[in-house]
T-cell receptor, first 116, second 116 residues
Framework: DQQVKQNSPSLSVQEGRISILNCDYT??????FLWYKKYPAEGPTFLIS?????DKNEDGRFTVFLNKSAKHLSLHIVPSQPGDSAVYFC???????????????FGQGTILTVHP | GAVVSQHPSRVICKSGTSVKIECRSL??????MFWYRQFPKKSLMLMAT?????????EQGVEKDKFLINHASLTLSTLTVTSAHPEDSSFYIC????????????FGPGTRLTVL
């Protein structure tokens, strides 16, 4: 049962344009969402997160949008740069037992390629 | 801040031997550490969750006698692959959480294990 899904395995974008990476989730208990970037043979790097009390969070070129009713979030990168080429994972978390946050649930990842 | 290191970055061993991988949070105390395994072109697979001073919680299908986890302090967790087999060859990644809201995890750079 895949609770966090990234339905696009890959995305190709021209440098300077917008990259939009999508993520859907099924568990309504999730209330915190994160995006990670990963290069081959390296650990994931945290990019940006959003709490369910918000619908948008922006940090420089990165913006995450959350649509709770649709159980959908997206990561926008503007403008896209060749150095952004990597695998992007979305992850979700929720309070287990109503107290603390537990393990992250990851999507399958989307390979972003930004062409010069 | 929030830097996590792993050692070694690469290890090659013979079948039947044991290999220890260290994960350290360098500039913060980690209430919880996590161990992941990544198969080629696959998402991160959570193996176990460990809290300092207590036994690790293993995910379904992960052999706890084969993958020994010791969380000796708030800055150090170790994963020992016992009696390694070629099918244990993989990329192992640890992460650490500070226990803040959202359960954000900070990842180490990963360890490439090759079992001959």
């Amino acid at each position: 049962d895949q609770q966090v899904k990234q339905n696009s395995p890959s995305l190709s974008v021209q440098e300077g344009r917008i990259s939009i990476l999508n993520c859907d989730y099924t568990n309504s208990m999730f209330d915190y969402f994160l995006w990670y970037k990963k290069y081959p043979a390296e650990g994931p790097t945290f990019l940006i997160s959003i709490s369910s009390i918000k619908d948008k969070n922006e940090d420089g070129r990165f913006t995450v949008f959350l649509n709770k009713s649709a159980k959908h979030l997206s990561l926008h990168i503007v403008p896209s740069q060749p150095g952004d080429s990597a695998v992007y994972f979305c992850a979700a978390n929720g309070r287990e037992g109503g107290t603390s946050y537990g393990k992250l649930t990851f999507g399958q990842g989307t390979i972003l390629t930004v062409h010069p | 801040g929030a830097v996590v290191s792993q050692h070694p970055s690469r290890v090659i061993c013979k079948s039947g031997t044991s290999v220890k991988i260290e994960c350290r949070s360098l500039d913060f105390q980690a209430t919880t550490m996590f161990w992941y395994r990544q198969f080629p072109k696959k998402s991160l697979m959570l193996m176990a969750t460990s809290n300092e001073g207590s036994k690790a919680t293993y995910e379904q299908g992960v052999e706890k006698d084969k993958f020994l986890i010791n969380h000796a302090s708030l800055t150090l967790s170790t994963l020992t692959v016992t009696s390694a087999h070629p099918e244990d060859s993989s990329f192992y990644i640890c992460s650490a959480s500070r226990g803040l809201a959202g359960g954000e995890q900070f990842f180490g750079p990963g360890t490439r294990l090759t079992v001959l």
